[in-house]
Structures are given as C-alpha cells and as structure tokens.
C-alpha cells in the first residue's frame, strides 16, 4: 500500500491536468550535499597551549538533503505533494580517543497542500489552505524511538507571490504515536514561510521554516514540546547548468514539557545543490 500510494496520488493529478487543462510541474527545490571538516594535527601536543585551534578536536559533518515537491494548479487552485528528507552525522577525532559519531539531522516529511486564492491583489494570492503530513525519522536515536506522527493544518495563507512563495498562518491538530504506551494528541498554533529572492542572475537567497506554539495536550509526556522553532537561510551560486554552490545556516530552537531550559542547534556550512523545476503539463500562453 505505501508503494501505491505515491503511484495514486502522481497518476490522479497527472489524470486530472490532462482532463481539465491544469498545470503539473515536478519541482526539485534542492537535491543537496552540504558538509563542512575540521582537520587539527598534533593537537596532543598542544593540549596546554590557549590557541583553541590548536588544541580543537578534528572533526567531519556531512549531511544529504532532498527537498522535491509535485504541483498541480488550475486557475485559483493550488496541490502541493511534496517530500523532504534530510539525514546527517558529525564525526569527531579526539585527541588519544577512539573516533566517535551522532546524528545531528534526521528527518522525513511527507505532505499534502491545498490552498484557494479566494482573493488577489498586488501579485499575491490569498485564501484558505489545508495540509496533512506525515513526520518520521530513518534511525531512531540512543535514548528514544523513532519519531512517529501525523499533523494537519488549517488556515489562511498568502502563496505563488515572485518573493512569498508561502506565508501561512494556521491552527494545528497533531497525533504523536512515537511512544506506542503514550499516543498523545495536541493542538497548537503555526506560522510558516518559504521566500525566495534573486539578487541577479545565478544568485538567489532562500529561507524557510516555521514556528509553533503548542496549545494543549490530551496526555503529559516530559519530552513533548511547549514550542518549536526552526529556520534555515541559504544562497545558492550557479555553478554550471542546474548545479550550485553557497553557504547555508540552519537553526532550531525549541522548549520541551520536562525541561526547564531551550535546546537548540546552529548548524553553517556550505551546501552543494540541484534545483530544477520540470513542467510536465503546462498552457501555452496564446498571443
């Protein structure tokens, strides 16, 4: 069944963009490797010294990314399917230890968009929008299992603007079957973005996340969060055809239940990309 489904869900929009004159497009936002490595030598010898790039530990992080999404629109219609995945690991070389590992990126989202510009002024279009997801991860973590859970969205939002891609406003219902003894459901309060702008030819700054406030829970579990944010920027450098080349940051700030202090997580780096936007049914514009 988990193979059909995609399977479904391409063969009806591609169905329904041949049947009623919409528009089908295959959007790679970003098939991407980013990393970034440390390399200290002889550092135990310099174990005493002030100068910390001397005495730092080698260490490598790499990480994988692949950010596509499948639209279907016809006139005030938007379908978004999209799949995100991202899995990374720091690599640490201490100095007369053995060589350790632990993920600092695990991720899969997989979701469902529609949104209706029940209204469009200025380039931008705004209406009502609904989304279902699914959130989980590839391995699960020392301490915990894998994050299972299902959220859906509903709210309004402004969309398919030149710069505002997506900003959105929404209410939240979230089911978390991570720990199968504690299934809990809650609902929280979301404001998410995606915005991208070209600075001149061959170079484009990105970002995109999101912040939720939690509401309420049906069930109290210590690592359940109160809120989450999580942002990232980048610029992409055109290195050649649809290739690219820029710097990224990465940031996740969040609060749980159990826990009296924020956690976060700053990630920067360099990131190599393939973006590219197929329109696999389109309208030509008639003269």
Not at 214 to 239: E, G, K, P, W
Request: hydrophobic share 35%; proline share 2%.
């Amino acid at each position: 069944m988990r193979k059909i489904l995609p399977f479904f869900v391409f063969t009806l929009m591609f169905g329904s963009a041949m049947a009623d004159g919409g528009e089908l497009y295959l959007n790679i936002r970003r098939i991407g490797l980013e990393m970034s490595r440390t390399d200290v030598r002889n550092s135990g010898d310099y174990q005493d010294s002030p100068i910390q790039a001397l005495s730092a530990d080698s260490q490598e992080f790499i990480k994988g990314v692949l950010d596509t999404v499948l639209e279907y629109k016809k006139n005030k219609f938007n379908w978004d399917n999209s799949l995100f995945m991202e899995y990374g690991k720091t690599t640490l070389k201490p100095y007369d230890e053995p060589k350790t590992s632990n993920e600092n990126a695990d991720k899969i989202l997989l979701s469902s968009d529609m949104s209706w510009a029940c209204w469009e002024f200025a380039g931008f279009k705004f209406g009502p929008t609904i989304r279902g997801a699914y959130e989980t991860e590839f391995v699960a973590s020392a301490d915990a299992p894998r994050q299972n859970l299902v959220r859906t969205n509903a709210g309004l939002s402004l969309f398919d603007h030149t710069i505002i891609k997506s900003l959105y406003l929404t209410g939240v219902y979230e089911y978390d079957f991570t720990y199968s003894k504690d299934k809990t459901s809650k609902t929280a309060a979301e404001l998410g973005w995606r915005l991208e702008y070209k600075v001149r030819d061959g170079v484009k700054l990105s970002t995109n996340g999101y912040y939720r406030e939690y509401l309420s829970y049906s069930d109290y579990v210590a690592t359940d969060l109160d809120r989450d944010f999580s942002a990232v920027f980048r610029m992409d450098t055109n290195l050649w055809g649809h290739f690219t080349m820029g710097p990224y940051a990465q940031y996740r700030r969040a609060k749980a239940r159990g826990v009296d202090k924020y956690g976060s997580n700053l990630i920067l780096g360099i990131s190599f990309n393939y973006i590219m936007r197929y329109g696999l049914i389109t309208l030509e514009t008639e003269e």
